[in-house]
Each structure stands twice: as C-alpha cells, then as structure tokens.
C-alpha cells in the first residue's frame, strides 16, 4: 500500500492529498499531510483577510479532505535545519509531496527600507490574522498602526487591495470577523485617515481583481481618489477596447472613479500610478516619515521608463506588496533565480535527473502565480507523475506507522483531535470577549489549546 507523506496544509496540498485518495489508479493509498503549524489550511486561514468571509469558507471544502478516512493531519511537524532533514523524512514514507509555498517576500531594495514602520504586507496581514510566527519574529510589537495618519502601499496587487482595505476599514466592520483582540484593539485606536496605494506601472497593467478593487469604494467613511492625469498617461485608457476583460473591467472602475467629485469623507483611498520607489525618508522620530517616487512613464515595450521627476508623500507606516518568492529547504535542490524547487512535471530534479520519490506542487513548483483555484491542476500533474511512479515506490520497505518514526526524531504531532480542540478554544476565546469565533494569535495558546484533547 503506497503511503505519501504531503508537506503543507493550504490549497497546495489539500488538493495534491485530494487527488490522491480520489483516484484509481493505485487503490488505497494513504496520504499523512504534514505542517510546521499545529493549525491546517495554510494560507487560507493565516492569508485571507478576515472580512473575506466566503474565500475563508473555502476552509469546509479542504476539511472535507482532511477528514477523509485515508487521510491524516500531523501539524507542529518542522521539515528542515534544526528539525526533520527531508533524507529522514523520505525514510519513512514511499514519496513526499512538498507543497511549501513562497514564504519570502520580495524587497523594494531602496535606501530607507530598513527604517522602523517599514515592513512588508504579507508581516502586515500576518500580523491581523493572528499567524503565531508574529510574535515570535517581534514584528512591530506596538501594533503598526499606533500614531500612523497616512500609510503607503506599495503594489496594485489583491494583497495590496487587502491591506488597503482593512487600514480604512472601521472597527464595527471588523468586529464580527476572527481577529485576533489584541489587533483589533489596535485598528479600534487607529488615526489613519489617508492610505496611498502605488503602482510603479499604469492601470491597465495592475494585477488586482475588479471585484477587490470595487471593494475598495464601498467601505463606509470612506472615498477613493484617483488623478485622471496619472490614468492618461496608461495609453491602454483612452481605448481599453484591446485589454484582456479583467484589466478593461479595472479600468472602467478607475475611470468612474476619476471622474466622481470628491466628497470630503473622513477617510481616503488614493490610487496613484507610475510611481516607482526610489527611497523612503526617515521623520523626527527615526521612524519612516514618507516615500520617495520617481515619476515613471511608458517606454513603448510594455514597461516604464524613469523621467527624473520625483514626488514624496509623506507617510508613518509603509507596507510593501511587490511578490513573493520561494525560499530554500535545506536538504532539496533549490533553483535561486526562479526561487523553485526544480522539476519535470512534479518529480524533483537533483543534478537534472528525477529523484525517487520526492515531489513538489504549488508556488514552490510554478512560482507565486495563479490564484486559489490554479493549485487543483498544478497538484494533480504531480500526482499524475508520482502515480505512474508508484509501482517502483512501493517495492520500497517502510515502518510500520510512519508516526512512530516522527516521534521517535523528537517531534510531538498534533493529530486531528488536537486541531479540533483549538477551534473549541477559539470558540470559547470569543465568547468571552462577545464576539464570534477569535484566532489565538502565539504558539504558546495553540500548544494549551491542542492540549486540551490529550495530545
């Protein structure tokens, strides 16, 4: 009976666990799907915004998987330097799937950037969706937000929209979601008044989705401004006629948007376009004091070109959202410029040549692209490939229970029951506070609540 063990727990590798057990080619195979985190979903939990109520349900459909009778979550289960080398972990399974994202994010690598206030988005949304890494990094301590008036974005992409969105975004708004108390404390006590999200290129080219982006003009108190100027300078606006339907549909928002009078709301949304960052500044207090663009424009082949002229807003808090990229696993082969791990069709490749047994699907296959929903094919070429590899697999002589290998290399699994008593806990944690269902924000909380069902 083949047994695969499948490292990580959001979409990447539900879906790869999901192809497993629901195909025929090879009958009864077992799947262990493994994360570092004692919590399943990955991204969907720790990366979704909290208002994103329906893309967060996509939590049913992936437990669904995860509750399958050949199927079993081990969490708190670290692969890699100081924990389990991928060689031992192969040891006790047929074939390892490795779906481990892209947990860097890429930097602006502009003078200022290291400047206190200056972070990336992705430690942002870690840090108001109560990730456990938060604290244990020391991330802004105080909360991001504390004495901010005015923050920039830097990026035109969904996590952009996102961030953006929950800077403006009223503390009644966000009070039935499952934020974390601590964070929404903070956002309670926010000052913010005017959020600048910028893209270096122009409108037709900004890698938001339209429904994301008319998100942004329904938030209460709030309007979204943006310079009819900035938009001409994008000669896809005048006529988007030839855009993909995505970016027309964009373009018409933006356009509807240029051409509303503003209103005066307590609160401002400005889109700015052909910036690029060039350095942020530091204000009185050490802190970043605002942003420093370089206005751009286009060069006639798709991209933009510098023109000299340069513009700063002023700002406390900058996040950047420019991508993200793949970081080594110590133990796989690692491609530094694409920040993959490389393969053909799933299989691992050491000196060009497919390694037995070792696999990998989502963004550290293919690179940060596509959405949710591109994962479900991406995951099902590589078990189309470990399938046909199966019959040499197999032959392969294996533990008993491979659980017992993991506990034998010091690991302390937390199996489903335990996952099932955090959300017990996080139930009964908004209770108390009178709201809904509230994430345990640290380790030491999910290690209590996972307890709870004699792990």
Same mark, same amino acid.
């Given at each position: 009976?083949?047994?695969?063990a499948v490292?990580?727990s959001?979409?990447?590798?539900?879906?790869?666990?999901q192809?497993l057990v629901?195909?025929?080619?090879?009958p009864g195979?077992?799947?262990?799907?493994?994360?570092r985190?004692?919590?399943?979903?990955g991204?969907?939990?720790?990366?979704v915004?909290p208002?994103?109520e329906?893309?967060?349900s996509?939590q049913?459909?992936?437990?669904?998987?995860l509750?399958?009778e050949?199927v079993?979550?081990?969490?708190?289960v670290?692969i890699?330097?100081g924990?389990?080398?991928?060689?031992?972990?192969?040891?006790?399974?047929?074939?390892?799937v490795?779906?481990?994202?892209?947990?860097?994010d890429r930097?602006?690598?502009?003078p200022?950037?290291?400047?206190?206030?200056?972070h990336?988005?992705?430690e942002?949304?870690?840090w108001?969706?109560a990730?456990?890494d938060?604290l244990?990094?020391?991330?802004?301590?105080?909360?991001?937000?504390?004495?901010v008036?005015?923050?920039v974005v830097?990026?035109?992409?969904?996590?952009?929209?996102?961030?953006?969105?929950?800077l403006a975004?009223g503390?009644?708004?966000?009070?039935?979601?499952?934020m974390p108390?601590?964070a929404?404390?903070?956002?309670a006590?926010?000052?913010?008044r005017e959020v600048?999200?910028?893209?270096?290129?122009?409108p037709s080219?900004a890698?938001?989705?339209t429904?994301e982006?008319?998100?942004?003009?329904?938030l209460?108190?709030?309007?979204?401004?943006?310079d009819?100027?900035?938009?001409?300078l994008d000669p896809a606006?005048v006529?988007?006629s030839?855009?993909?339907a995505?970016?027309?549909r964009?373009?018409?928002?933006?356009?509807g948007?240029a051409?509303?009078p503003?209103?005066?709301?307590?609160?401002?949304?400005?889109?700015?376009?052909f910036?690029?960052p060039?350095?942020l500044?530091a204000?009185?207090t050490g802190?970043?004091g605002? *942003?420093r663009? #370089?206005?751009?424009?286009?060069? @006639? =082949? /798709?991209? !933009?070109?510098?023109?000299?002229?340069?513009?700063?807003?002023?700002a406390?808090?900058v996040?950047?959202?420019?991508?993200?990229?793949?970081v080594?696993?110590?133990g796989l082969?690692?491609?530094p410029?694409?920040?993959t791990?490389?393969?053909?069709?799933g299989?691992?490749?050491?000196?060009?040549?497919p390694?037995p047994?070792?696999?990998v699907?989502g963004?550290i296959?293919?690179?940060?692209?596509?959405?949710?929903g591109?994962?479900?094919?991406?995951?099902?070429?590589?078990?189309?490939?470990?399938?046909?590899?199966?019959?040499?697999?197999v032959?392969?002589?294996l533990?008993?229970d491979p659980?017992?290998g993991?506990?034998?290399?010091?690991l302390?699994?937390?199996?489903?029951p335990?996952w099932?008593?955090?959300?017990? *806990?996080?139930? #009964?944690?908004?209770?108390?506070? @009178? =709201? /809904?269902v !509230?994430?345990?924000?640290d380790?030491?909380?999910?290690?209590?609540?996972a307890q709870?069902a004699?792990?």
């Amino acid at each position: 009976m083949l047994h695969v063990a499948v490292v990580g727990s959001g979409p990447s590798g539900v879906y790869a666990a999901q192809s497993l057990v629901q195909q025929d080619q090879v009958p009864g195979v077992r799947v262990d799907v493994l994360d570092r985190l004692p919590c399943p979903y990955g991204l969907v939990r720790y990366g979704v915004a909290p208002d994103h109520e329906k893309i967060k349900s996509l939590q049913s459909s992936l437990r669904t998987v995860l509750e399958h009778e050949r199927v079993r979550f081990l969490g708190a289960v670290e692969i890699g330097p100081g924990a389990l080398p991928p060689a031992r972990l192969l040891g006790l399974y047929h074939a390892v799937v490795y779906c481990v994202g892209a947990a860097a994010d890429r930097r602006l690598g502009v003078p200022g950037e290291e400047l206190p206030g200056s972070h990336s988005a992705t430690e942002f949304v870690s840090w108001y969706s109560a990730h456990p890494d938060v604290l244990t990094d020391g991330f802004e301590q105080d909360g991001f937000v504390r004495g901010v008036e005015s923050a920039v974005v830097i990026g035109v992409g969904n996590v952009a929209v996102d961030v953006a969105r929950i800077l403006a975004r009223g503390v009644t708004e966000l009070l039935p979601t499952d934020m974390p108390d601590a964070a929404l404390g903070v956002l309670a006590g926010s000052r913010v008044r005017e959020v600048h999200m910028v893209g270096r290129r122009g409108p037709s080219q900004a890698r938001f989705t339209t429904k994301e982006l008319r998100e942004l003009g329904s938030l209460p108190d709030t309007e979204v401004l943006v310079d009819p100027a900035e938009l001409a300078l994008d000669p896809a606006y005048v006529d988007p006629s030839g855009l993909p339907a995505a970016s027309r549909r964009n373009v018409e928002v933006l356009r509807g948007w240029a051409e509303r009078p503003a209103r005066g709301l307590p609160r401002r949304i400005r889109l700015r376009f052909f910036l690029r960052p060039v350095a942020l500044t530091a204000g009185a207090t050490g802190r970043v004091g605002g *942003a420093r663009f #370089e206005r751009t424009l286009p060069d @006639g =082949r /798709g991209g !933009v070109a510098g023109s000299g002229r340069y513009e700063e807003i002023p700002a406390q808090l900058v996040l950047r959202s420019v991508g993200y990229r793949g970081v080594p696993l110590d133990g796989l082969p690692f491609d530094p410029e694409r920040g993959t791990v490389p393969h053909a069709a799933g299989r691992v490749l050491r000196d060009g040549a497919p390694s037995p047994g070792e696999y990998v699907a989502g963004w550290i296959k293919r690179g940060p692209t596509g959405v949710i929903g591109t994962n479900r094919p991406c995951a099902k070429e590589t078990v189309r490939s470990l399938l046909d590899d199966a019959p040499a697999l197999v032959r392969r002589e294996l533990p008993a229970d491979p659980l017992a290998g993991l506990r034998a290399a010091g690991l302390r699994p937390v199996e489903w029951p335990g996952w099932l008593a955090i959300e017990r *806990a996080e139930a #009964e944690l908004g209770r108390s506070l @009178g =709201r /809904g269902v !509230v994430k345990i924000p640290d380790w030491a909380g999910l290690r209590r609540a996972a307890q709870g069902a004699g792990q």
